[in-house]
Nanobody
Framework: QVQLVESGGGLVQAGGSLRLSCAAS????????MGWFRQVPGKEREFVAAITWSGTITYYADSVKGRFTISRGNARNTVYLEMNSLKAEDTAVYYC???????????????????WGQGTQVTVSS
């Protein structure tokens, strides 16, 4: 069993920055890619970014490319999302995910074996 806990969400002005963190725990946690999805009420979850276990490959949604940066901590059980130049349309609940299909995540294809955090609210005001 893997548990994911997000933190760092909050309220920020448009054009500002925010840094999200996600910490994974569990004896079985090894070799997992990690990433971020977001969701607003009435809409499906949307892929944001992902990173492989080694950290050598990253994936980004076109809507955040060039503005967001995903990275892993040295212990590899923590993933970060640096969000810059935030826009009102970035407002959503952001969910951390861990699994073995990051390329599939990019096309909104998640797997039943994926693990999910509880979500953290990001609100961008203008």
């Amino acid at each position: 069993q893997v548990q994911l806990v997000e933190s760092g969400g909050g309220l920020v002005q448009a054009g500002g920055s925010l840094r999200l963190s996600c910490a994974a725990s569990g004896r079985s946690f090894s070799g997992y890619a990690m990433g971020w999805f977001r969701q607003v009420p009435g809409k499906e979850r949307e892929f944001v970014a992902a990173i492989t276990w080694s950290g050598t490959i990253t994936y980004y949604a076109d809507s955040v490319k060039g503005r967001f940066t995903i990275s892993r901590g040295n212990a590899r059980n923590t993933v970060y999302l640096e969000m810059n130049s935030l826009k009102a349309e970035d407002t959503a609940v952001y969910y951390c995910v861990a699994g073995f299909g990051p390329l599939g995540w990019k096309t909104e294809n998640t797997d039943e074996s994926d693990y999910w955090g509880q979500g953290t609210q990001v609100t961008v005001s203008s």
